[in-house]
């Protein structure tokens, strides 16, 4: 296998979780009856770049296809988390109503509702029909094509060149990340900012955050190596914050390298000596993390024999991708875990990719009233806990196996 980014031999393995099927490859009642396509899924990392990327075996036309069912909106810390930025954003670079802000990836269109609110042009960019379709509806220009520098050109060409580029959980999505970064040195205005929020691999590693792992995850990034594909992709990194979204995110701001002018302040220093200091460019740093996965596995798998034995019943709440992701590597199906409960209606009626375990609305979790409930997305567990407090009242217990295990 070659690296992504340097096109060097990779041989170092970071973990192999078997095999699956696409995350987001939700079954439906035409399909719950036909053979699902599994591909490996398989870690390895660039001991020259330390680019830590997954063994390819699916095309991303494949993965982001009209029956991709992520909708941002439906997390409303999400959603808090977005107002949040777009407020912070207009403030430090002063945009307005002759400004033009740009997001990639932009889903439902979250993010860009609080910017259209605010009087400020914008536009998306996304791939995926059934969310650009629900940001048309909210009367958000959506572009439904995938990002690079050929669409970047285009769009420049035709006066849609940002002062503001957004780009959030994408950066891992893209298998020629090289192309894709490049696409933002081609779309910003001169003194133009891209921000870009992804994971931090240094997080996934320490606190084995094995299940943020998946086939529509390409790369894992750290701060380090963002950096240095940034250098040679025309962007120059001037600023970093750590935010707490997906078990632990870097928010990275970057300026076109050949306009720019905003000197590269003290963040960016710290956070590279701090991931030099644990040792993210040594092979050390990333041995044990496969153990580490197995006794989470193990973990998990007791608990629920456990419960069958006492003839107690368990369900789950969130269809997401990292519960898909634990789910397949541990093997577990409908006669361990009855039903995953999930507010999106996109997703209600259908089933797990591999699991095949079928995905109710909350309605079917109060009637059903399990003992218990596995929160599967555990990076909102507070915010699940609160929403389905009631299930106190029938005595039930919530469980979360990431990072650490638990029953409360």
């Not at 870097?250 to 300026?255: D, S, Y």
């Not at 710290?270 to 460019?281: H, I, Q, S, T, Y």
């Amino acid at each position: 296998m070659k690296c992504r980014h340097c096109s060097a031999e990779i041989t170092f393995q970071l973990i192999d979780l078997g095999t699956a099927p696409p995350s987001n490859a939700y079954l439906t009642e035409a399909t719950i009856n036909q053979p699902e396509t599994w591909f490996p899924l398989n870690v390895m990392v660039c001991e020259k770049c330390w680019l830590v990327q997954v063994e390819s075996s699916s095309r991303a036309a494949d993965l982001f296809n009209d029956e991709y069912a992520y909708f941002s909106s439906f997390s409303s810390a999400w959603l808090r988390h977005s107002e949040a930025y777009v407020e912070k954003m207009v403030q430090l670079l002063g945009l307005d109503h002759s400004s033009m802000v740009a997001e990639i990836a932009s889903n439902d269109g979250y993010l860009l509702q609080f910017v259209r609110s605010k009087d400020i042009p914008c536009y998306g960019v996304e791939p995926t029909a059934s969310t650009a379709h629900a940001a048309r509806d909210q009367g958000i220009e959506t572009i439904e094509e995938f990002f690079g520098v050929e669409l970047a050109t285009h769009l420049a060409k035709n006066s849609k060149s940002a002062d503001l580029i957004a780009a959030n959980n994408v950066l891992a999505h893209v298998p020629d990340i090289n192309d894709f970064v490049r696409g933002f040195a081609v779309l910003l205005k001169e003194e133009g900012v891209a921000t870009f929020e992804f994971p931090h691999l240094m997080k996934m590693i320490e606190d084995r955050q094995f299940d943020t792992i998946y086939h529509e995850h390409y790369s894992y990034l750290s701060f380090s190596t963002v950096v240095d594909i940034f250098k040679v992709c025309g962007l120059s990194v001037f600023h970093v914050e750590q935010v707490p979204t997906h078990g632990g995110s870097l928010r990275v701001f970057a300026q076109r390298s050949d306009s720019g002018r905003r000197d590269i302040d003290g963040s960016v220093k710290e956070l590279l000596e701090r991931e030099f200091a644990v040792g993210m460019k040594t092979k050390e740093f990333y041995q044990g993390f496969e153990s580490d996965a197995e006794l989470s596995k193990a973990q998990l798998l007791e608990f629920l024999a456990t419960a069958k034995e006492k003839s107690q019943h368990v369900a789950a709440y969130g269809a997401a991708a990292k519960g898909n992701t634990f789910l397949n590597y541990a093997r577990v199906k409908a006669d361990l875990i009855e039903y995953v409960a999930d507010r999106n209606p996109a997703k209600q009626g259908k089933w797990m990719p591999g699991s095949r375990i079928p995905i109710v609305d909350e309605a079917h979790l109060q009637a059903s009233k399990p003992d218990f409930v596995v929160i599967l997305p555990w990076n909102i567990q507070d915010e699940v806990a609160d929403q389905l407090a009631y299930i106190r009242q029938w005595g039930a217990k919530f469980v979360v196996v990431q990072p650490d295990f638990r029953i409360w």
